[in-house]
């Protein structure tokens, strides 16, 4: 089929793309996430995929976001300043368009809910998982690890990314310690984080890396060849290191994060 392509930049499942839609594998998560991308549809929040069903051989059936999709070292565009903020924007706009949601729903999503419930984070809000026009934000993919928690908990996580919050010998990262703290800000700016947020981010990004390891670990545990490739590559080995470099250098951090509103 002329119109099938195989999307590159996927670390755990493969994605083929078939005309103006795409082709995911499915897992005992999938009803959930679909539960969540009807609603956030029937909200009007539309820089999410719409779902189109699931394939008889098990393949959910999504809309093509079309844009581009930075991996790493990520591209200028994902860099830029103006990815950062429109990030940070969507991120409150995704946010806010699920706090119904999050009430509502029970089990079923691959990571357990964290308490306190307040939105249905993402899980992994990243610029592996946001889609691009220019240096604009427009689209987020891959809500696989979606789940009810708190805001702070997948802000933290994206913070990390976007900043990004990585010690020097990430290859992955840019920028000092101070670059990145203004980086952070600006991105809690834009998010409209508020002060006792902004003071729990160091701590929750370094919990948020630590609970990121504990998975990856039981998922290659439990048979999962991507998760043990991870590990085998080293990927926990850096995670843990970019939390150890945070707890060192969070006076930077917590001086720079700004007070919030």
């Given amino acids: 089929m002329s119109d099938r392509e195989v999307l590159t930049g996927g670390g755990v499942n493969e994605v083929v793309r078939i005309g ?96 306190p419930v307040e939105v249905v984070c993402h899980g992994d809000y990243a610029p592996h998982n946001c889609v691009l026009d220019g240096d604009r934000v427009v689209g987020i993919i ?55 947020g902004r003071s729990g981010l160091v701590d929750t990004v370094i919990a948020r890396l630590h609970a990121l390891v504990d998975f990856m670990r039981a998922q290659a545990d439990a048979g999962n060849a991507a998760f043990a490739g991870h590990l085998a590559d080293g990927h926990h080995v850096q995670y843990l290191a970019d939390a150890a470099y945070l707890d060192e250098r969070r006076a930077v951090f917590d001086r720079l994060l700004g007070p919030g509103g």
């Fill in 20 to 115: 103006a839609t795409v082709r995911r594998p499915t897992g005992p998560w999938s009803p959930a996430v679909h539960g969540l991308l009807r609603h956030l549809r029937a909200r009007g929040f539309t820089a999410s995929p719409a779902v189109h069903g699931v394939t008889g051989d098990g393949f959910e059936i999504l809309d093509f976001l079309p844009g581009e999709v930075s991996n790493y070292p990520v591209t200028p565009a994902a860099a830029s300043t103006e990815a950062l903020e429109s990030a940070a924007e969507l991120l409150r706009s995704y946010h806010d368009a699920t706090v119904e949601h999050a009430r509502d729903v029970t089990g079923g999503w691959m990571l357990p809910a964290r308490a």
């Fill in 142 to 196: 891959d809500f696989d690890t979606a789940h009810p928690g708190p805001r702070l908990w997948d802000v933290a996580y994206a913070v990390y990314r976007w900043a990004p919050l990585t010690a020097p010998a990430n290859n992955d990262g840019f920028g000092t310690a101070a670059e990145q703290a203004r980086r952070a800000r600006l991105f809690c700016d834009r998010y409209r984080l508020g002060a006792a």
